[in-house]
């Protein structure tokens, strides 16, 4: 593979010549805002030191307040203070599954009721910024680069004093994200947790108006235990003395846990009522996010929203269903709320794609039933034979056999499997890079996934792949059945469309070579009237995908 050049050295060489961009009359300002914001994503980049990170996480789990009190240091480092952070009138939200939808429906609803909204999520898709939101859009270029290099700054400037030490990639955008906050003068802060709760860093904070616990499933079991009243307890750690906690309807070992943890701490938690129970004149509520699990989703983000704005700024003065302004601003907000890589369809022409970043057994098992239902209503208006194909990859400990078992039942013609790796030439998204996994690793995983694809179908025979590699770009490999692994996504995308997404035959993409063998396997999709594509098994896929999908998310 021929990777991009951003390198941790090579990051840190184009961070050193940004002195001599600002001052090279020959670039225009759109030019040095551009260039600047590269400089600023490679030098970030340097701080993914996300394994070594949660090793220290896995060794301190006894110690939770060694890494708050870490975190604490760097933020005192760039210059701000614990206290400070009660100023940003903080939502703080977990959960398993679907606590960054939680979190948009909560910002949407508050934004349509006037208020200037931060949010803060993870991982990004495309870009980096998206990560920091307010008014609901991803912070500027240029807004991004002047915060950034305001907090970098600091931190390098003094970490000599600290044995050298800098925060790793996910705690320093988490500073980075109460600063630009704090300068924006943001409303309220809408502040989704990383991983667990207790131990994250986002828990720092020390004064939210609400929390909130989204639905709860096994997850990151090496840090946050290997049973579900484990991490209940985790992600319980978010629970503050007289803070408001809220969480959707839960298996009754996990929420027993919640229940002893409130009120150990000291704190209400209530459940929510479904999504049904609310009462609203004008019909069903209609939700922005497809997929019958979002109604939890949405009804733990009406009570998280109600309740912020009755501590807030309306305290004894509201109930649901009492002002209908007020109302309005809830169930509007509901349903304009976007998401994107979240059960997402973007129709082109006459290939389909369905994107869900489900990346858990629990998160899958709302996927399958959202696709197969979004898929058939398409199909029905299709006007001849249409074909299924599965493009997945998934990452780190998560269970790949588990979530493939449930997707065999959606029928696919085709199972495509790729690493998360945008593009296999030089001009590969920054924003998309990862240091932390090797190449031959990744494709070992997409190799493993194939395999474990073809037992589930039945095929107990060991599929055999060599992997060809050219002088410059890899070639697909070449097997005896209908799953394939290519070596990036585009050259994924590219084989399933067969030329028949415009997008992705523009001239400025390089077209990635194919034996002809797998070439000839692709007939019927050059045949078949539509092309119905899933991708899931991991939001940084999905976003990959989204990149060459949608460019204007790029811009």
Not at 36 to 57: F, I, P, R, Y
Not at 165 to 182: E, K, Q, W
Not at 296 to 305: F, H, I, R, Y
């Amino acid at each position: 593979f021929t990777l991009p050049p951003c390198t941790r050295d090579a990051a840190l060489a184009r961070a050193s010549s940004r002195a001599r961009r600002r001052t090279d009359a020959r670039l225009s300002g759109a030019q040095t805002v551009d260039l600047l914001l590269q400089d600023a994503v490679c030098t970030l980049n340097t701080l993914q030191t996300n394994a070594s990170a949660l090793e220290q996480v896995r060794r301190e789990r006894g110690h939770p307040q060694l890494q708050l009190q870490a975190m604490k240091g760097y933020l005192q480092r760039a210059g701000l203070m614990v206290e400070e952070l009660d100023q940003l009138n903080i939502i703080h939200v977990t959960g398993t599954k679907g606590k960054g939808s939680t979190c948009a429906f909560t910002e949407q609803i508050l934004r349509n009721y006037g208020f200037r909204t931060g949010f803060y999520s993870s991982p990004h898709l495309v870009q980096v910024r998206e990560r920091i939101r307010i008014d609901g859009q991803p912070i500027s270029k240029d807004l991004f680069s002047k915060y950034f290099w305001q907090v970098y700054g600091r931190l390098d400037e003094t970490k000599d004093a600290h044995g050298g030490s800098m925060p790793a990639y996910f705690r320093f955008l988490t500073i980075l994200a109460f600063h630009v906050f704090l300068q924006e003068k943001v409303d309220l802060a809408v502040i989704e947790v990383g991983i667990g709760g207790a131990y994250d860093c986002t828990n720092i904070i020390r004064k939210p108006w609400v929390c909130g616990i989204s639905s709860l499933g096994i997850d990151h079991t090496s840090i946050l235990g290997d049973t579900i009243e484990k991490i209940a307890w985790q992600k319980a750690g978010i629970f503050k003395p007289g803070v408001p906690a809220f969480t959707v309807k839960q298996p009754e070992a996990p929420m027993t846990v919640l229940q002893q943890q409130a009120e150990e701490i000291g704190c209400s938690l209530s459940v929510c009522p479904e999504l049904d129970e609310y009462e609203v004149e004008d019909g069903p509520l209609r939700l922005g996010l497809a997929g019958q699990h979002q109604h939890s989703n949405a009804s733990l983000a009406l009570q998280l929203s109600h309740c912020w704005l009755q501590r807030r700024y309306l305290p004894g003065m509201l109930s649901i269903g009492y002002v209908h302004a007020f109302v309005l601003a809830y169930f509007l907000g509901l349903q304009d709320t976007e998401w994107p890589g979240r059960t997402q369809t973007l129709k082109h022409g006459r290939v389909t794609y369905f994107l869900d970043g489900a990346h858990t057994t629990r998160s899958m098992q709302a996927c399958v039933p959202w696709f197969s239902e979004a898929a058939a209503q398409h199909e029905r208006s299709a006007g001849g034979p249409v074909l299924r194909v599965l493009l997945f990859n998934a990452t780190g400990e998560r269970d790949c056999a588990a979530m493939l078992k449930l997707l065999v039942p959606c029928h696919f013609d085709f199972a495509v499997f790729c690493p998360n790796i945008t593009e296999t030439i030089p001009t590969c998204n920054a924003d998309q890079q990862n240091f932390n996994v090797s190449v031959e690793s990744m494709l070992t995983r997409c190799l493993d996934n194939q395999q474990s694809w073809r037992v589930l179908n039945g095929e107990e025979e060991k599929a055999t792949a060599e992997l060809l590699i050219s002088s410059n770009l890899p070639l697909v490999a070449e097997l005896r059945t209908e799953t394939l692994v290519f070596p990036c996504i585009l050259s994924a995308l590219q084989w399933i469309t067969q030329g028949r997404d415009s997008v992705l035959t523009n001239p400025a993409k390089t077209v990635i070579p194919v034996t002809s063998c797998v070439a000839d396997k692709a007939a019927s999709l050059r045949e078949a009237a539509e092309i119905h594509v899933l991708i899931t098994g991991s939001l940084h896929l999905v976003g990959g995908v989204l990149k060459h999908l949608d460019p204007a998310s790029v811009s």
